[in-house]
Nanobody
Framework: QVQLVESGGGWVQPGGSLRLSCAAS????????MSWHRQAPGKERELVAG???????NYVNSVKGRFTISRDNAKNTVYLQMNSLKPEDTAVYYC???????????WGQGTQVTVSS
């Protein structure tokens, strides 16, 4: 069965770093568009970063220069390296997989990131 399992969240002080991981199984990972989304309390879920099957990346403006998305197809894993974290980055972060040919989507369960002093 399809699974996306996020890990690496936690608490960090402003200016600190975290690396999130999303381990995928049950589908052909290398052909899927992978992305990270986040949702803070009372706010809409937003796209943070995405990476396609050939390694092209995109980011929401608020994280450009601070976050880096990457993928390791041999490990069926997508990562989000988060540097220079700010309190406004606090949210639950979700991993998403989407097929380019039939638009099938899968979501992970989320991992909490809290940035505070």
């Amino acid at each position: 069965q399809v699974q996306l399992v996020e890990s690496g969240g936690g608490w960090v002080q402003p200016g600190g770093s975290l690396r999130l991981s999303c381990a995928a199984s049950g589908f052909t990972f290398s052909t899927y568009f992978m992305s990270w989304h986040r949702q803070a309390p009372g706010k809409e879920r937003e796209l943070v970063a995405g990476i396609n099957s050939i390694g092209e990346k995109n980011y929401v403006n608020s994280v450009k220069g601070r976050f880096t998305i990457s993928r390791d197809n041999a490990k069926n894993t997508v990562y989000l390296q988060m540097n220079s974290l700010k309190p406004e980055d606090t949210a639950v972060y979700y991993c998403k997989a989407e097929s380019g040919w039939n638009r099938r989507q899968y979501w992970g369960q989320g991992t909490q990131v809290t940035v505070s002093s």
